[in-house]
Structures are given as structure tokens and as C-alpha cells.
């Protein structure tokens, strides 16, 4: 019940502070532009409070819905995308004055009615760059790029890397973090490797050529999967299914693993492997439970439909490596706010297109489950990964909007677009046709990502 509160609080939190950052990009240029804002609205529903600027001109409103927000500006087109249907109830244009149509949304120039459209999606990557960098500043909890494991006969260990190599550069680049390392292997697949490690104070550099994966990279465990090395682990039992070959062994929920047969078990994979390899032959799991050092006897049993075997229990992995806090100086801190902002716009984008083209499966995407579990997730492990996830979740926001989709920013340009090309503005009945397909689109979309969400919470 804790888990759900925490869960729902850093949902809602997270939705009510992107979108009012959103449409204070909205907001802030209108009225830098000299286009007058009658509403700015954080939420959407009935009014929990208002009040109103200084010049009179602006009502600012807390709403009792804070899943959304708007801004309402003076003669703006129910063409405008908008979140919130009072701007239907825009003022006619026809019953404006000569000093107001000067400064109403609709008689502006392209540009400027372009530069208020970006502006929200704009101030979504831009929130991104702050958080990084505060992230790079205050330091962030990292698994060192240290290997431990090496997978026998892999394209790793016929390069000759070893265990304890730590890991200064991938192809030039330096990295810091296991994270990092693997998210640089990603870019190399089917092209030459260069790491740069450091062995025991010698510093060497390690080639070996990167095969394609049969998954897409961005799904691969290029490290450990293909190349045959990684950060190291240590493997407990968790979950034990009454009954089965764990439970009927003496396994328990805690026990560590740490050994299979006569090999050394420091990584998950390679354990579900060996496991899933000897149905109905009896292995010997050497294991941990405290300080007391036993081993046990299970024979996995078969799965009736891919005859793997199986044992019954989940494996809950920790890596060999304890954490440190990685903390960047001012510049560093500074430079990874913008390039960490542009890499997950660019992944964003990646992972977009090759879900269009099913090179990545649409069944990945997530809905309001997914990112709700995700808040909670790391609301409870601190601040520094909240704004983590904070910072990932705007660049989603400032992508998603940029998209050329009717009643999106993205699709609000394109239409802007074309009336610079035409030299005149679509008619209302074509954008209210093609905003329709619009609406129809993103309510498919957000229904199809609530199906995943259900399908993977069933799935457990």
C-alpha cells in the first residue's frame, strides 16, 4: 500500500511539474512576443485557485486535475492544439478591436506563432539540461567500469581482457561508469572495438571486432551477451516455488550462490544458462546462507513447453562491485547537462523510428503504469534518481510533442510550415479533419500503452 502511495504521489508530481514547464515555454514567449495570455492554468478541471497578474491581463489557476494545464491566449485558432477545452470558447475574432487583434495570437507573424509553439517542448529539453547538470554536480550513485566476469571462449577473453581490468575509454571516449560503457558498446556493433583499460597502473589498449546482435543493439547486452564480459555478480535466491527442485534441494529466499558444479557463479546469465542446459541432470549449487557454506543437490526439472530446465525460483542479481558516488566539476558537470540532454533526445528519437518500422518490438512501450511504477521506483531510492527519471521523462515530453501530429506542437508546425510555403493559412475545415486523424492517433496510442501495462503487470 506504501509502495502504491509513493508510486501515485511521484506520478502525479512529476506529470503536474513537466506540463506546467511546458506551458510556461508556451506562456513565457507569448508574452515576450507581445501576444497577449489571457489563462495560464497548472491542471485542468474546476479552479482550486486564481488569481490574476499585475497588468490585469492574466488569470493564473490551480486547477483541481493536476494531470495537465494550458495557456489561453487572445484570439487563438481552435486550431491550436489545446489540453483544455475552454479554448474552444476562444474570443471571435471578428469582435476583437484594432488594438487587440495587434497583439491576438492569429494575426501574428509565422515566426513568432512558430517561436510560441517550439517554446514548450523547448523548455522540456531545457529542464532536462538543468537536472543533469545538478545530477553531474552533486554526484550520482555509479557501478564502476571494473570488469569481473569473462565469459570462457568468448570474443572478450580471446582479446585478452581479464578480471579487474578497469575500463578508461571505449573507442576514445573516456567513460566512468558501467552504465556508460555499455551504452558506448551499442554504437560499435558490427564495426572494430578499442578499450582502453587500466591493468594494475599499466595502461593498454584491447581491439577486438563487434559482431551484430541478433536482437537490435539497443535490446542487447553487447557486453555481456556478445563480447563475453561484465561488471560482475552476486546472485541470490529469491521466491522460492513450493515444491519444486529449489524447494525440495533446500534452497532458500536469501541464499547466496556463488557456486554451479565446479565453475564460480559471478554472473546471472550465465547460472539461468547452465540451469536451463541440464534438465534432468543433477547439478551441485554451491551456496551461502549467512556465514554458513553449504552445497546442494538439484536436478533441474524440464519446462513442458521449451524443455530448459527449471528449478523453480527467481534470482535477484547485485552487482560484486559496491557503488560510488561519481561527483563532475563545474565544466564537466555543465558539459553533461547538454550532452546527456542530446543523447536521450537522440535515443528517443532511435527508438522511435525503429519501433515504426517493428525493428523494435511496440510491445516495449510503456503507459501511465509503467511510468507511475517508475516514479515510485525511484522516488524511493532518493532525489538524485527522481531527477534522473525526472530529466529522461522531459525529454520524452519535448519529443514526443515535436512529433508532426496534429493537435501536437509538432503537428502545429507543420502546419505553420506550409502556410510560410503557401503564402496563406490551411483552411479551418482541412485542420479540423486532419486534427481528428490527430486525436484518433494519440487515443490508439495511449490505449495500445495501457494494454502493455496490463499485459506486463498479468505477466507479473
Not at 75 to 81: R, T, Y
Not at 185 to 210: A, E, F, N, Y
Request: hydrophobic share 45%; charged share 15%; net charge neutral.
Amino acid at each position: 500500500m506504501i509502495e502504491f502511495l509513493i508510486a501515485t504521489a511521484a506520478f502525479i508530481v512529476a506529470i503536474a511539474l513537466l506540463i506546467a514547464i511546458h506551458e510556461f515555454g508556451h506562456f513565457i514567449v507569448a508574452r515576450k512576443l507581445g501576444v497577449r495570455v489571457e489563462k495560464f492554468s497548472v491542471g485542468f478541471g474546476p479552479s482550486l485557485f486564481s488569481w490574476y497578474s499585475r497588468d490585469g491581463e492574466v488569470e493564473y489557476i490551480i486547477a483541481a486535475i493536476p494531470l495537465g494545464g494550458y495557456v489561453k491566449m487572445l484570439g487563438e485558432s481552435p486550431s491550436k492544439q489545446s489540453d483544455n477545452p475552454d479554448q474552444q470558447k476562444d474570443s471571435n475574432a471578428d469582435e476583437l478591436t484594432p488594438e487587440d487583434l495587434k497583439r491576438a495570437f492569429h494575426t501574428q507573424a509565422v515566426w513568432k506563432r512558430a517561436a510560441i509553439a517550439v517554446a514548450g517542448p523547448a523548455f522540456n529539453f531545457i529542464f532536462a539540461i538543468i537536472a543533469y547538470m545538478i545530477v553531474g554536480w552533486a554526484g550520482q550513485q555509479v557501478i564502476p567500469p571494473m570488469v569481473g566476469h569473462i565469459t570462457p571462449d568468448s570474443i572478450a577473453e580471446q582479446a585478452g581482457i581479464l578480471p579487474a581490468d578497469v575500463i578508461k575509454k571505449v573507442n576514445g571516449h573516456s567513460v566512468y561508469a558501467w552504465q556508460h560503457v555499455e551504452e558506448a558498446l551499442k554504437k560499435t556493433v558490427g564495426q572494430p572495438l578499442t578499450l582502453t583499460i587500466d591493468r594494475t597502473g599499466m595502461v593498454m589498449d584491447v581491439h577486438m571486432d563487434v559482431p551484430m546482435p541478433e536482437k537490435d543493439a539497443l535490446l542487447s547486452n553487447i557486453g555481456g551477451s556478445l563480447l563475453g564480459f561484465a561488471a560482475g555478480q552476486r546472485v541470490f535466491a529469491q521466491q522460492i516455488t513450493p515444491h519444486s527442485a529449489a524447494a525440495q534441494a533446500g534452497l532458500k529466499d536469501g541464499d547466496e550462490i556463488i557456486r554451479m558444479d565446479q565453475q564460480t557463479v559471478d554472473d546471472v546469465r550465465s547460472l539461468i544458462q547452465y540451469i536451463q542446459s541440464h534438465a534432468g541432470m543433477a547439478i551441485t549449487l554451491g551456496v551461502m546462507r549467512g556465514d554458513l557454506k553449504m552445497n546442494l543437490k538439484i536436478t533441474p526439472q524440464a519446462d513442458a513447453k521449451t524443455q530448459r530446465g527449471r528449478i523453480g525460483i527467481l534470482l535477484n542479481a547485485r552487482s560484486i562491485q559496491a557503488p560510488v558516488v561519481y561527483r563532475m566539476g563545474r565544466f564537466e558537470g555543465a558539459a553533461y547537462g547538454f550532452t546527456r540532454t542530446w543523447d536521450m533526445t537522440t535515443l528517443t528519437f532511435e527508438v522511435l523510428g525503429k519501433m515504426m518500422v517493428n525493428a523494435i518490438s511496440p510491445s516495449n512501450l510503456g503507459g501511465p503504469i509503467a511510468i507511475a511504477q517508475m516514479a515510485g521506483k525511484t522516488a524511493e531510492y532518493g532525489v538524485i534518481p527522481y531527477l534522473l527519471f525526472l530529466a529522461l521523462f522531459s525529454v520524452n515530453l519535448g519529443v514526443l510533442n515535436l512529433l508532426p501530429v496534429p493537435i501536437l506542437d509538432g503537428g502545429h508546425l507543420t502546419y505553420l510550415s506550409i502556410e510560410a510555403l503557401r503564402g496563406r493559412p490551411l483552411s479551418p475545415e482541412t485542420i479540423e479533419k486532419t486534427q481528428l486523424v490527430g486525436v484518433l492517433m494519440i487515443a490508439a496510442l495511449m490505449i495500445f500503452a495501457f494494454y502493455n501495462d496490463i499485459a506486463r503487470f498479468l505477466q507479473g
